[in-house]
């Protein structure tokens, strides 16, 4: 999830982005095209350092998931000659930590910047959307980075990611239901850029990519919420049960 959350971010930035009718959707493309191509090489790598072999109960497995899937990278590593292990092991740790604070800063950027929109239409205090000397959202900023440090407080890390892949999921499942919905409803808005692959509902364009994505994400939801403590109202705190309801 982390890797593609550059491609979101690049939108929240658009009124700040110069010419972005021309420069969002070809840096939306880009990102994407990058994510896809990078991740098909390091899973290609990943089986060509740990190639998969049947273990002694008949299950096909890899040593990367049975030795390494705490740190999967970090695994690739070992397989490399020992010469160079150290270096690259220095390597993985350097691009960890400048991937994680390059990604902490996107969600604080988006974040605060949606806040600012949502404060200007009056579906969050007003103070929310005001705007400092540098022309940035200071107060959403601020709001959302102690937001961030609490979370971190919890010292829960599969709480973290429960609650990003139950949030993230419904943001992406409404992401897609809205772009149908105004479709419907505003079919004559001037779009400078519009997705391509429409089919056509009562004289209505709507994006097929929209239709597969949100019913992507949405089972996706589902799953997240039926699997997972967080999702289906149920936090655990040492050693006691919190009940408590999502409503939506």
């Not at 910047?113 to 400092?132: C, D, E, N, T």
């Amino acid at each position: 999830m982390v890797a593609y959350t550059g491609i979101e971010t690049v939108s929240n930035l658009g009124a700040e982005t110069k010419n972005p009718a021309r420069s969002i959707p070809r840096a939306v493309i880009f990102v994407f095209l990058t994510v896809l191509v990078l991740y098909t090489m390091l899973s290609m790598t990943a089986l060509s350092a740990y190639p998969v072999y049947q273990d002694a109960s008949g299950q096909w497995v890899t040593d990367l998931t049975q030795k390494y899937l705490a740190d999967p990278i970090l695994g690739i590593t070992y397989a490399m000659p020992a010469s160079i292990q150290p270096i690259l092991g220095f390597w993985v740790a350097i691009l960890a930590v400048t991937i994680l604070t390059i990604a902490t800063n996107a969600g604080i950027i988006g974040a605060s910047r949606l806040a600012y929109f949502m404060g200007q239409r009056q579906q969050l205090p007003s103070m929310v959307s005001k705007i400092s000397s540098t022309h940035v959202p200071r107060n959403a900023i601020i709001i959302f980075s102690l937001l961030a440090c609490g979370v971190i407080a919890i010292g829960k890390v599969t709480i973290m990611a429960d609650l990003y892949a139950f949030g993230a999921m419904l943001a992406y499942t409404l992401a897609h239901a809205s772009i149908i919905g105004l479709r419907i409803r505003e079919p004559l808005l001037s779009r400078p850029f519009k997705i391509p692959w429409n089919i056509r509902i009562r004289q209505r364009d709507v994006p097929i990519t929209a239709i597969i994505g949100g019913l992507g994400t949405g089972v996706t939801w589902f799953i997240v919420l039926y699997t997972h403590d967080i999702g289906a109202g149920r936090l655990r705190l040492g050693n006691y049960w919190i009940d408590y309801l999502f409503v939506l």
